[in-house]
């Protein structure tokens, strides 16, 4: 009797963890793939934190922010809260076919996600990709992507609306 309750406990945590799978997730697994495939290129300098990482650096906003009564600590600690893993790539440096290689496979990736903003001065352009939950009112998985500084900032987690308008206004 033991056997099947275990069995069929690890079913139904099986079956629960499939169908919360959703594309997104999958977008996010492909994302870092991509990262992966290029982090032992030239000119790629890739940083990533990951759960772990992410706890530390809020604990160290919020002892800053309880010592300090900076407002610029809070707005950071707002933005920061729901975030899970980072990942910053920087290809500036690399060989021009890595470069547009990168580019058109991220391209590939960012076609079915929703761009929340894309702004350009002069030759520098930069997008901001998310999916936004509108009961809530949060952005899930913020990118930002600048084809032309090659630069790429994935925030997978949530990150509130009224944080990223007061990214915006700054």
Not at 45 to 72: E, F
Request: with cysteine.
């Amino acid at each position: 009797m033991r056997k099947i309750l275990i069995v069929m406990t690890l079913a139904l945590v099986s079956v629960t963890c499939f169908a919360g799978k959703s594309s997104d997730a999958l977008r996010r697994d492909k994302l870092m793939e991509l990262i992966r495939d290029y982090s032992g290129e030239d000119g790629f300098d890739i940083v990533q934190i990951g759960s772990l990482g992410t706890a530390a650096v809020k604990n160290i906003v919020r002892m800053a922010s309880s010592v300090d009564d900076d407002p610029d600590l809070k707005d950071a600690m707002n933005v920061i809260r729901g975030i899970r893993k980072i990942a910053v790539v920087d290809y500036e440096d690399c060989h021009e076919e890595t470069r547009r290689g990168f580019d058109r496979r991220l391209h590939k990736l960012l076609t079915d996600c929703d761009m929340l903003l894309e702004t350009k001065e002069s030759e520098e352009v930069m997008r901001m990709y998310g999916v936004i939950d509108e009961e809530s009112e949060e952005v899930k998985d913020f990118i930002l992507y600048s084809p032309s500084d090659s630069k790429l900032i994935c925030l997978f987690g949530t990150i509130s609306l009224d944080a990223v308008s007061k990214i915006l206004e700054e």
